[in-house]
T-cell receptor, first 117, second 112 residues
Framework: GAVVSQHPSRVICKSGTSVKIECRSL??????MFWYRQFPKQSLMLMAT?????????EQGVEKDKFLINHASLTLSTLTVTSAHPEDSSFYIC?????????????FGQGTRLTVV | KQEVTQIPAALSVPEGENLVLNCSFT??????LQWFRQDPGKGLTSLLL?????REQTSGRLNASLDKSSGRSTLYIAASQPGDSATYLC???????????FGKGTKLTVNP
């Protein structure tokens, strides 16, 4: 299977600071990556779609000025949580889809546990 | 709006038992359906991918079926092992899109 690497796996930050999370596809190119968020006992919810070379598209209710997404290359997307608050504490996870053999399959990173204190 | 429901929310079985996890979705216009495994504090591992035109997929002790008309999928695990303990997630790809809609998962515990 394809490998998607996400870094860091855990981060604790102070309220009001910004945190950057990286998502890399290691052995394939991904023109599109996805960012999800998972609150305790809830399902994974799509936050935004990251498109290489263009602006990200955000799901309804997700603040684009707060969650900055940059997809600078075919193998790297970053999510920056700006001016983080305790309610932003969550599990953030990225995915990339690899197309081939008539199908596409989603591969996920390891996730990032963000705690804002 | 697509909604995905997984039943049961939690399941505890003795080692060696065969078991079935259920997933239902409200909109049958799906692109595909994927089953994942999530270990505590970890990312997702893809287990099986079923295209909308397929009825089932098998990998080792795992078998997943898809019935689009009824909006259901099942994940069958044969001869369960303690190492199978994890949360199993079902996700459907929206029609015409690569975006996934997830269920809340079934937390499986296999007791030695």
């Amino acid at each position: 299977g394809a490998v998607v690497s996400q870094h860091p796996s855990r981060v604790i930050c102070k309220s009001g600071t910004s945190v950057k999370i990286e998502c890399r596809s290691l052995d394939f190119q991904a023109t599109t990556m996805f960012w999800y968020r998972q609150f305790p006992k809830q399902s994974l919810m799509l936050m935004a779609t990251s498109n290489e070379g263009s602006k990200a598209t955000y799901e309804q209710g997700v603040e684009k000025d707060k969650f900055l997404i940059n997809h600078a290359s075919l193998t790297l997307s970053t999510l920056t949580v700006t001016s983080a608050h305790p309610e932003d504490s969550s599990f953030y996870i990225c995915s990339a889809r690899r197309a081939g053999l008539g199908r596409t399959e989603a591969f996920f990173g390891q996730g990032t546990r963000l705690t804002v204190v | 709006k697509q909604e995905v429901t997984q039943i049961p929310a939690a399941l505890s079985v003795p080692e060696g038992e065969n078991l079935v996890l259920n997933c239902s979705f409200t909109d049958s216009a799906i692109y595909n359906l994927q089953w994942f495994r999530q270990d505590p504090g970890k990312g997702l591992t893809s287990l099986l991918l079923i295209q909308s035109s397929q009825r089932e997929q098998t990998s080792g002790r795992l078998n997943a079926s898809l019935d689009k008309s009824s909006g259901r999928s099942t994940l069958y695990i044969a001869a369960s092992q303690p190492g199978d303990s994890a949360t199993y997630l079902c996700a459907v790809g929206r029609g015409g899109s690569e975006k996934l809609v997830f269920g809340k998962g079934t937390k499986l515990t296999v007791n030695p």
